[in-house]
């Protein structure tokens, strides 16, 4: 099963490409980098750790 690969950071709604770096917990909610850092990686949703989104190949 593939991730879901969202585009945008559900705190500061800055776009997120495949390639760019992000953060998200175990039910795949996506945070940009500095919104992850000031959360201190920790999902607001769910409070699961927020780890590194692994990119895709460029199309």
């Not at 500061?12 to 770096?21: D, G, K, M, P, T």
């Amino acid at each position: 099963m593939a991730l879901e690969m969202r585009k945008d950071c559900e705190n500061c709604h800055a776009q997120l490409s495949h390639v760019a770096e992000a953060f998200i917990c175990s039910y795949e909610c996506t945070f940009c980098p500095q919104c992850a850092r000031s959360m201190d990686a920790i999902c607001p949703n769910c409070g699961g750790e927020l780890t590194r989104r692994p990119t895709r190949r460029p199309d």
